[in-house]
C-alpha cells in the first residue's frame, strides 16, 4: 500500500469500505438471503426454506447450469486457441498488422454484446453455414465475445516475455516448433491460465446476446435467470443466481490453482 501513515492506511480502508459494502457486498448478500426466504415483506427476509435449492439440483436448472459449463468450456477452449494464436502471430508481425490485429479482435467488445448476437443470427441462419436453431450459434457468439479477452491477455504477455530463452533455444539447434512447445507456451502458462478463467466467467454469465440466439433444448442458466424474475418468481431466480455464482467462483478457484503451480513451474 502506498499510503505509510497509520491514518492515512485507516482512512483508504474506510473508504474502501464505504465503496465496497454498499456496491458490492450488500447486493450479493440481499440474492443470498432472497435465495433461501419465501416471503420478504418487512427490512429482512422471512420463511428460511431450502426448496429452491433441491429444485435448482435436478429437471430444467440443472440442464441449464449443465448447459453453460459446456457452453462457457466450449468457448473458453475456442477462445484461447484462437486468441492465443493471434497473439503469438501478431509478436512477428510490423506495427500496422498488430494494430489491424488489435482493432479486429477488440471489435467484438466494443460494441454491445446484443449487437453481435443479432450480427451472428444475421449472418449463419441461412445456407451455406446454417446454425441457426442449434446449440453451436450460441457456442459461436459466446466465442467471438470472450476472444478479445484472451488475445489482450496472452498479447500483454508475450511483449513481455524474455526474448532471450527463445535465443538461447534456438541456439542449441531447437527448432522454431520445439521453442513454441517447450519454451514459449510453458512460459506463457499462468497468462494462458488467467485468460481461460477470465472467458469462462465471461461466458457463463453472458446473457444479452444468448437472448437472441438460444434454441429451447439449449437454455443457459443466465436465460433461465431472466425467465424467472421476469415472471415474478425473485426467491427462485435468486436462488439460481447463487447457484450459476458458485459453480463459477469453484471454476475459477481451480483455475487460480493451476495457475499458481504454473508459476513455481
Known amino acids: 500500500m502506498l499510503v505509510h501513515s497509520r491514518a492515512g492506511k485507516w482512512a483508504t480502508w474506510a473508504v474502501f469500505l464505504l465503496l465496497f459494502v454498499p456496491l458490492f457486498a450488500v447486493p450479493?448478500?440481499?440474492i443470498l438471503?432472497?435465495?433461501?426466504?419465501?416471503?420478504?415483506?418487512?427490512?429482512?427476509?422471512?420463511?428460511?426454506?431450502?426448496?429452491?435449492?433441491?429444485?435448482?439440483?435436478?429437471?430444467?436448472?440443472?440442464?441449464?447450469?449443465?448447459?453453460?459449463?459446456?457452453?462457457?468450456?466450449?468457448?473458453s477452449v475456442l477462445a484461447l486457441t484462437l486468441g492465443g494464436w493471434a497473439a503469438l502471430a501478431a509478436a512477428s508481425l510490423r506495427t500496422r498488422g498488430k494494430r489491424f490485429l488489435d482493432a479486429l479482435f477488440i471489435l467484438p467488445v466494443a460494441v454491445p454484446s446484443v449487437v453481435?448476437?443479432?450480427?451472428?443470427?444475421?449472418?449463419?441462419?441461412?445456407?451455406?453455414?446454417?446454425?441457426?436453431?442449434t446449440?453451436?450459434?450460441?457456442?459461436?457468439?459466446?466465442?467471438?465475445?470472450?476472444?478479445?479477452?484472451?488475445?489482450?491477455?496472452?498479447?500483454?504477455?508475450?511483449?513481455?516475455?524474455?526474448?532471450?530463452y527463445e535465443q538461447a533455444a534456438a541456439g542449441f539447434g531447437a527448432s522454431p516448433a520445439r521453442v513454441l512447445w517447450r519454451v514459449k507456451l510453458p512460459l506463457l502458462l499462468p497468462s494462458l491460465t488467467s485468460a481461460a478463467g477470465l472467458c469462462f466467467a465471461l461466458s457463463m454469465g453472458e446473457l444479452s446476446a444468448t437472448m437472441m440466439l438460444y434454441p429451447p433444448d439449449w437454455t443457459p442458466l443466465p436465460v433461465q435467470i431472466f425467465a424467472a424474475t421476469d415472471r415474478g418468481s425473485l426467491f427462485t431466480g435468486a436462488a439460481l443466481a447463487v447457484v450459476l455464482m458458485t459453480t463459477t467462483l469453484l471454476v475459477l478457484a481451480a483455475v487460480s490453482r493451476i495457475r499458481t503451480r504454473a508459476s513455481y513451474r
Open 28 to 30: 450479493l448478500l440481499v
Open 33 to 75: 438471503a432472497a435465495s433461501f426466504a419465501t416471503h420478504w415483506s418487512g427490512a429482512f427476509p422471512s420463511g428460511p426454506t431450502v426448496e429452491r435449492y433441491a429444485a435448482a439440483a435436478g429437471g430444467d436448472s440443472l440442464q441449464a447450469l449443465t448447459t453453460s459449463l459446456v457452453t462457457a468450456v466450449t468457448a
Open 116 to 133: 453481435v448476437g443479432l450480427a451472428v443470427l444475421v449472418a449463419y441462419s441461412k445456407p451455406p453455414v446454417l446454425l441457426n436453431g
Open 135 to 164: 446449440r453451436w450459434i450460441v457456442i459461436l457468439a459466446h466465442t467471438v465475445l470472450v476472444t478479445a479477452f484472451a488475445y489482450q491477455s496472452v498479447a500483454a504477455a508475450v511483449r513481455r516475455l524474455d526474448p532471450m
